[in-house]
């Protein structure tokens, strides 16, 4: 086992995997990676809300890895891969068991919008000032209450929205845990009033338009029962990997 020490070994070690790169966070304090053979695997502390083990390579050396790194790093830590070898990983470490399954998006640029998306109502999407954040939380609770991202946690570093005539904020987006080379786009929701209208879409590509610049890559996390959401993501051009948790149940 050699521990990586730089995002540079990193990226070296994975071949620049867009969601072990993203994991590794810059290798911020805390986060911990390693390589074993064709196996990388990458601890990091609450990214995304989870203690997360990213793991990528062949199954028969990243379950020793994953060993390893649970050892060194702690068994709060969630092995998150490739759906295949995660569940290839479970069946050979019967200590683990399957968390989820959801997909990881990326995009390294976007489709063009379509016509009826454009902002031809008025309503144009900015970044929001930091007073907005009860807004932000309020609309949150009412139209993505499971979101990860919300105002004020670490490394949520800002929100995008839209609003109608009188003011009331419609639509959000968050810029959340982004690395340095692949931003995170989190917090996505619109209110159910507002919905059918391609706002949501509209407040993901000026989120996702604004980490490509700054980033080079855009990411995100979505459930795969969301069927609406995997659409929008689709059309604006991320291109979906099927991946799955694992944990170390008790």
Not at 68 to 73: D, I, K, R, S, V
Not at 116 to 138: C, F, K, N, R
Not at 180 to 201: I, K, N, S, Y
Request: charged share 20%.
């Amino acid at each position: 086992m050699r521990e990586l020490v730089s995002e540079a070994e990193v990226v070296a070690a994975s071949g620049d995997d867009d969601l072990v790169v993203w994991a590794a966070q810059g290798m911020r304090p805390g986060v911990r990676a390693w390589a074993y053979a064709d196996a990388v695997a990458v601890a990091s502390p609450r990214a995304s809300r989870r203690d997360r083990l990213v793991v990528r390579g062949g199954a028969a050396h990243v379950v020793p890895l994953v060993r390893h790194a649970l050892a060194e790093a702690g068994p709060s830590y969630r092995p998150l891969g490739d759906a295949a070898l995660i569940e290839q990983v479970v069946a050979a470490a019967p200590e683990l068991a399957v968390a989820g399954h959801f997909s990881w998006m990326a995009a390294e640029k976007l489709a063009p919008p379509r016509h009826e998306a454009a902002d031809q109502d008025g309503m144009v999407v900015s970044w929001l000032a930091d007073d907005a954040a009860p807004e932000i939380t309020g609309l949150l609770a009412e139209a993505n209450p499971g979101s990860y991202a919300v105002p004020g946690l670490p490394y949520v570093r800002r929100w995008a929205g839209v609003r109608d005539g009188s003011g009331a904020l419609l639509a959000v987006a968050a810029d959340a845990w982004s690395a340095p080379t692949v931003g995170l786009l989190a917090g996505v929701a619109t209110a159910v009033r507002a919905r059918g209208r391609g706002l949501g879409e509209r407040v993901c590509r000026f989120v996702a338009s604004a980490l490509l610049a700054e980033h080079g890559r855009a990411a995100l996390m979505v459930d795969d029962w969301n069927l609406a959401a995997l659409a929008v993501y689709e059309r604006l051009g991320f291109a979906r990997r099927r991946v799955a948790a694992a944990w170390l149940p008790g």
